[in-house]
């Protein structure tokens, strides 16, 4: 099992950006692949990006592609997601997952590991 801590959210101007990281203890992160997702008020948590153990691939909601970026530090033992060009449908609150290496990473069941969930604000 590993812990995941997120931080890095906050209230932010539509347009702006933020950078959320999640840091881990426990394990290394480099035998998880790692997700990313949110959820806002009265919706269901939704996939958001994900990036395989080795940083090599990653895979976005379309709804967040070319805004999104992550990325990963092994060494580190912290995963990424920069934010830029913010909308207010992007206020929710994002978690970080690790999921076993190889499985389907959008698939919110195939992770094991969660954070608590760090709050985004985009005010418009």
């Known amino acids: 099992q590993v812990q995941l801590v997120e931080s890095g959210g906050g209230l932010v101007q539509a347009g702006g950006s933020l950078r959320l990281s999640c840091a881990a203890s426990?394990?290394?992160?480099?035998?998880?692949?790692m997700g990313w997702f949110r959820q806002a008020p009265g919706q269901e948590r939704e996939f958001v990006a994900a990036?395989?153990?080795?940083?090599?691939?990653?895979y976005y909601a379309d709804s967040v592609k070319g805004r999104f970026t992550g990325s990963r530090d092994n060494a580190k033992n912290t995963v990424y997601l920069q934010m830029n060009s913010l909308k207010p449908e992007d206020t929710a609150v994002y978690y970080c997952?690790?999921?076993?290496?190889?499985?389907?990473?959008?698939?919110?069941?195939?992770?094991?590991?969660w954070g608590q969930g760090t709050q985004v604000t985009v005010s418009s």
């Open positions: 997952a690790a999921a076993p290496v190889g499985r389907v990473v959008v698939i919110e069941a195939n992770y094991n590991d």
């Open positions: 990036i395989r153990w080795s940083g090599s691939t990653t």
């Open positions: 426990g394990r290394s992160l480099s035998s998880y692949d």
